[in-house]
């Protein structure tokens, strides 16, 4: 076979090489992108369809926005038995969950949850700007007392961890300013919502986390974009 | 060895370059397509039968869609009405159109005066619900969420809100299209009709408001079975149009909420049909079926002018429910497809009773039949006169029951052949098919007792059917006017003696 | 001149209400003893629940009497109102903070109110928010049955004003049937607030509810609907899932209850 020829018969190979190359190249990139299955479904935001949106309530710093959870002016009670108003957390970003001590499937988890959050903000050394609240549902059987116990169990740093505890109606307050669903079934244990809630320094929901055992990535950029 | 080299390097040069301008040439990958997310539109939505036009763009953008779900008292059928629960206003919903890979951004408005709360379940999400739980929406409130569109098809959406069947019962569902990537093949016209079936308290044609009847939901029985809301949404001046030579493709939805179709276009054979209104396509279909909750594309190319009747081929929906719809195709005749009639002949079959079996395999009898006065040619609206208008609807609408030889079913349905009922009395007869007819009738010595239903008809096509009927058969030849139809409805009650 | 008159009128009817302050002394306010009873929630099959004597209003609370009350409360006025309490449809139909004007009735139930504002105005009145047990066993009620859920013609009844275009205007309270207990309005007229609205543990995915969303709510029962002829029943457990506390809308107002001692 003639040199020449040769070389062109190995041009030929390498640029066939190249040509499919870049094209299965091609192909596949749009294939990979379909393979990508992605979905973004962000939760429900619900909003009133009318009227106009007071987005901008230039209020005083020390008097409470519109929009804000503190407006409750419900008595609650800490786990020391000290008397407890919502609006003293202001100032703060918090991350609340209701729950009730004697729950032994969803409540557990939802408390891990929260302290994968906890563990991710003090990782970014931003944890002094937030405080973790439990509300209690059951004013029967969680009493500052037992509820001590729960926090000691769980080892929460009470300088950011507080458990409150209210009157039936406090606590249904709350839980209607939140969203939050429960139910009292004969025994005495509730069915209820799996629920984070998140407020800005203002008080006002700024995320909800909805399920147990989820991704935090979605609320923690939730807590950075605000403010 | 150095020019070997050289050599090489501009053989392998050449190469490469031929092989880029292949690459760019080459079609099967679509290289003009960008598959990279660019800019914002809000979706245009349409209401039944239009379509909104086709996305020309060659990236996926990201789509805002509000649609309002709303409660509305609105035309069921001639004097029904019914209240309709409604993603738009109309049912069906409205239309969308998106391309695959597109971020849609779905805004629910319900209308601040629903008694109800609504949600969506779009087919064409991926997800829980199909986007039904965070699209739950109380009056007077906008749900917002979103979800990329990752397979192209014809998709059905409803809503899903409990008791979920009453809602789609009530006329909550609609069609999103998902085009493909490269688009779909342009054609002529698109159009967008939906089947789905309502549960009355009152039977068919029963005037009034009348409201939703969940035993007959649950039972599967509905009173009405129409294209696009409501019996006549697509007949008449409501049909769709066309010109001959042109490609139609019709995006079919069927809401259910029961019923599976056996979607037909009378005098038309799908050149395409995507079967469930997925990617695969089937060629030369009569007849496609249609689940409730699901799809179809169909695409074909209309030869003749004409009226083309879509209907559901479970044909007692059609005709005696309303699922009837119309494709008006004018343009020039083309004799070599389609003649028209050619000749009619009476035919008298064999005289021998025991040679009924062979009908067709002796010599065939045959006599012209007189000629019909044909003086009073009067031009209606499908261009026919009334004895041909008369033929057209007993063809479509009587014979299911009566037959094409007039002699009905022996105990079920009377004959109008040589009926002595009929030929005694044109009133009873008028009233029969505007009012309907229950109870025991005696026609020509043998009792029936069964129920005829109201005929959705004008009084043009009263007349017309009847002067047909009386002159078929070896009935009386009467001629029926539109006036002595017109007497009679307004009359309502006639004696049946 | 005209201007005068009406001044003078203001001024006559203000005093008039403010002799009448009490506020147990409107009209509508009536009460009536409801006795001990059964209810069988929709979604707790077999699962009967005991409702206690109580009172409950028999008629929903009116524009009038809700007027008095936002004209005692300032905190509840259409422009002072909280977001957080209600939404901006609050009090839609009113003219303004103290006026009615033409699109509500006085004596037409007050609606475009909040859970909060309802509870707020029972609280005011000495009452409480009826809960749902208790609403939904005085709704189970026909006009001469106790217990008449199972009755189809009742259903339809109801189901046909469910599926009815909502009235522009809502017609006055009474206008609707007398239930055996000597109730009025508990169907036709409107949907109303109860106090533990948020007790249905749904999440509007109404195909999945037959059993409950373990990843969503923690459950210690089953939570499988009973009876899946009552239609009227799921569409207001349906209703009542879809709210909020701040929600407002154009069919929802409420009545109110009361112990017995």
Redesign the interface.
Known sequence: MN??HK??I???I???A??LF??LF??F??AE??AE??????????????????CCDNEDAGEIS????Y??ESEWTNQDGHMFFLKNLKGKKVVLTMFYAS?T???PILVQDMKRIETALEESNSISSYKFVLASIDPERDTPGVVKDFAKKNKFNLNRWTILTAGPDDV??L???T?????K???G??????LITFLNEEGEIIHQQ???NQDITNSLTYLNTQN | MKR?NQ??AF??L???I???I??LL?P????S?S?QLKGEERASLTSAPYVPPPILRNHPSRIIVDLETKEVKKRLADGVEYVFWTFGGNVPGKFIRVKE?D?VEFNL??N?TSKMPHNIDLHA???PGG?A??????P?????????A?NSGLYVYHCATAPVGMHIANGMYGLILVEP?EGLPPVDREYYVMQSEFYTQGRYGESGLQPFAQQKAEDENPAYVVFNGSVGALTGDNAIQAKTGETIRLYIGNGGPNLVSSFHVIGEIFDKVFTEGGTRSNHNVQTTLIPAGGSAIVEFKVEVPGTFILVDHSIFRAFNKGAIGMLKVSGNEDLAIYSGKQKDQVYFGSDDEDEDQDLFSGPLNLKSLPEIDNTQHINNEYGLDPIELGKSIYTTTCFACHQLNGEGMPGVFPPLAKSDFLNKNKEVAISAIINGLTGEVTVNGKTYNGIMPPQNLNNKQVAAVLTYVYNQWGNSGKKVSEDEVAEIREKKVISMK | MKRLTNTICSIVLYSGLFLNANPQGTNNSKMILISTGFYESLFNKG?EQKVEKFYLDVYPVTNKEFLEFVKANPKWRKTNI????A???YL?NWKSDLELGEKANRESPVTYVS??AAKAFAEWIGKRLPTVAEWEYVASASKDKKYAVNDKEVIKKILDWYSSISAKEIPPVGSTEKNYWGVYDMHGLIWEWT??F????VTGESRGDGD?ER???????S?SAGNAENYPAFMRYGFR?SL???YTTHNLGFRCAKNFK
């Open positions: 040199k020449r070389i062109a190995y041009g030929l390498t640029g066939a190249l040509f870049t094209n091609g192909c990139a749009t992108e379909k299955k992605l979905i973004t479904k962000t939760e429900t935001a619900t909003e009133v369809k009318h009227g106009n949106h007071s519109s929009g804000s959870v407006q409750l729950c499937y969803a409540c249904m307050e839980a209607a300013v969203g939050f669903k429960y139910k079934d004969k025994e244990n509730y069915s209820h919502s799996n909805v399920g147990l | 070997k050599k090489l053989v392998f050449f190469l490469v031929i092989s880029v292949f690459i080459y099967g990958c679509d290289q397509y598959s890979g971020i408005h319900n601040p999400v991926t997800g986007g739980t965070s699209s739950f929406t109380a007077g409130h906008t749900s917002t969420f979103s979800f990329k990752l990537k | 699962e909280k977001k957080i309490f939404d901006e449809s839609a859970w909060f106090y533990d948020n007790t249905s543990l409950l990843n969503i709510f923690c459950g210690s029962g939570a899932s909020k506390a701040n």
